[in-house]
């Protein structure tokens, strides 16, 4: 089975920084994509950032200069979040592209999500 654990979800005043990561773990062969999304209450889960194995990144416009997600080891990933605003809040949840030791196929996995919640 594979695992998707995020840690670092916390309570911060606007204009603050915070630091969140996902480690995935299991029987993986390759991880071709590894990132973050956010759902705030009642909205849809949108894009924060992820990054291709080649090291590509897609991401959110609208964070570029304040979010910056980054590969620490081939099975980590982390988001810097920084001048954060209330708008910020929201569970951030870690997501994985991957291809499991004995499959031929890549499936998209999820973590159960980190609260982060910024306030004015």
């Known amino acids: 089975q594979v695992q998707l654990v995020e840690s670092g979800g916390d309570l911060v005043q606007a204009g603050g920084s915070l630091r969140i990561s996902c480690v995935a773990s299991?029987?993986?062969?390759?991880?071709?994509?590894m990132g973050w999304y956010r759902q705030a209450p009642g909205k849809p889960r949108e894009l924060v950032a992820v990054?291709?194995?080649?090291?590509?990144t897609n991401r959110a416009d609208s964070l570029k200069g304040r979010f910056t997600a980054s590969r620490d080891n081939a099975n980590t990933v982390i988001l810097q979040m920084n001048s954060l605003k209330p708008e910020d809040t929201a569970v951030y949840y870690c997501?994985?592209?991957?291809?499991?030791?004995?499959?031929?196929?890549?499936?998209?996995?999820w973590g159960r999500g980190t609260q982060v919640t910024v306030s004015s």
């Open positions: 997501y994985a592209r991957i291809k499991r030791v004995s499959s031929s196929v890549q499936s998209v996995y």
């Open positions: 299991g029987r993986i062969s390759s991880i071709t994509a």
């Open positions: 990054i291709s194995s080649g090291g590509t």
